[in-house]
T-cell receptor, first 114, second 122 residues
Framework: DTGVSQDPRHKITKRGQNVTFRCDPISEHNRLYWYRQTLGQGPEFLTY????????KSRLLSDRFSAERPKGSFSTLEIQRTEQGDSAMYLC????????????FGPGTRLTVT | AQTVTQSQPEMSVQEAETVTLSCTYD???????LFWYKQPPSRQMILVIR??????QNATENRFSVNFQKAAKSFSLKISDSQLGDAAMYFC???????????????????FGQGTELSVKP
């Protein structure tokens, strides 16, 4: 069990640029979640996958955001035409859909839009 | 809509002492889960303790215990014998139970409170 990993850990980009983040869940976990956390706040749900299917999206996920999970393994979150308001920590979590379905979090990707 | 409120932005405790962090939530469901997560500075979030709403007995994990008051929709975390390593942001979180999440066609997303920053004084 190597845990949830995220890449990159930090990203600085200029407004208007596109960015892509990657999340590798725990290998046997079939559920994967993306959250966004701004400074001093709790994480907010963005979207979740069960295997390769994206089953729920928050209204926070504007048209500039897209997430994929090809083959039900790793996932990517892309933000197009970044805005300063996109600056946040993007957290990924995974779980195995049994029992309490406990979520294990990755270290996050901190995005700074200048 | 379900909401989670943590009314204490910051708390402080002396090493070896006991501290209680407060959390209230709002839901119309009777079956759900509650969690406390710990987020140390620049480190990833880890689960501290969880409570299934159908269980009347309060959950306990070593020095961590909860006071779950279902009627009052209150879920506080007690940390006994506080240690320097307990210093972190603590988040209270709510999620639907799996059967309820299927009814609403939702997954197991967590709804978090705003967090309480705990400092531990040596």
């Amino acid at each position: 069990d190597t845990g949830v990993s995220q890449d990159p850990r930090h990203k600085i980009t200029k407004r208007g640029q596109n960015v892509t983040f990657r999340c590798d869940p725990i290998s046997e976990h079939n559920r994967l979640y993306w959250y966004r956390q701004t400074l001093g706040q709790g994480p907010e749900f963005l979207t979740y996958f069960q295997n390769e299917a994206q089953l729920e999206k928050s209204r926070l996920l504007s048209d500039r955001f897209s997430a994929e999970r090809p083959k039900g393994s790793f996932s990517t979150l892309e933000i197009q035409r970044t805005e300063q308001g996109d600056s946040a920590m993007y957290l990924c979590a995974s779980s195995r859909r049994t029992g309490v379905d406990e979520q294990y979090f990755g270290p996050g990707t901190r995005l700074t839009v200048t | 809509a379900q909401t989670v409120t943590q009314s204490q932005p910051e708390m402080s405790v002396q090493e070896a002492e006991t501290v209680t962090l407060s959390c209230t939530y709002d839901t119309s469901e009777s079956d759900y889960y509650l969690f406390w997560y710990k987020q140390p500075p620049s480190r990833q979030m880890i689960l501290v303790i969880r409570q299934e709403a159908y269980k009347q007995q309060n959950a306990t994990e070593n020095r961590f215990s909860v006071n779950f008051q279902k009627a009052a929709k209150s879920f506080s975390l007690k940390i006994s014998d506080s240690q320097l390593g307990d210093a972190a942001m603590y988040f209270c979180a709510y999620r639907f139970s799996i059967p309820v999440s299927m009814i609403y066609n939702q997954g197991g997303k967590l709804i978090f409170g705003q967090g309480t920053e705990l400092s531990v004084k040596p």
